[in-house]
């Protein structure tokens, strides 16, 4: 890995920190050849703080180190990726990121999905929502939907109208998530189960 240090003002270059699992982006900070060199070394990432004038462990006092798990260099040389697996919060202010985000792990649209559901239970007008009147029927009507729409998908997959069988397994998996809510659980408690059996 050749990195091109001089580009930069001081020899410095940006790296940015992300959480291996989430793979949400929690600090950027700057690093040189001897916070790079001391990176590999300890496993714990190590920057050179311009604010202190010398190299910086992450965590060095609150604990909150930032392990190391791969280093990645960009297409120019000049900024590095780096993934680790954090311990506490990365924010010096205490926040999970340097953006007071929450560092859960996100599934894109599904989450977003998932997050439309609780809003429609939550404003519990079985009136106006399909999914807040599927939830005041109680949960064995939502498992028995569940079953329909399983059905429904293998049935169009013995055919072959991919469109239907597309628009069958959306319906599955909405209702899906709405029976994981049914029970207090989300889409996260499922993949945990699947990361539990990869090992």
Known sequence: MIIDFEKHPEGLVPAIIQDAQTKNVLMLGYMNQD?????????????????????WTKGEESGN???????????????????????????????????NQSNEESYGFVTKLEDTITSRIESADAQKSYVASLF???????????????????????????????????????????????????MNDVVSVLKQREK
């Open 35 to 55: 916070a790079l060199d001391k990176t590999k070394k300890t496993n714990l990432v190590t920057f050179y703080s311009r604010s202190k004038n010398r190299l």
């Open 136 to 186: 005041a029927k109680g949960i064995n009507k939502i498992a028995q939907k569940v079953g329909e729409e399983a059905v429904e998908v293998v049935i169009e997959a013995k055919d072959d109208n991919d469109k239907l069988f597309l628009e069958e397994s959306a319906d599955l998996l909405f209702h899906y998530l709405m029976l994981l809510q049914a029970k207090g659980y989300k």
């Open 65 to 99: 180190v930032l392990n190391l798990v791969d280093i990645k260099l960009d297409c120019d040389h000049d900024t590095l990726l780096i993934s680790v697996n954090p311990k506490g919060p990365t924010c010096h202010k205490g926040s999970d990121t340097c953006w």
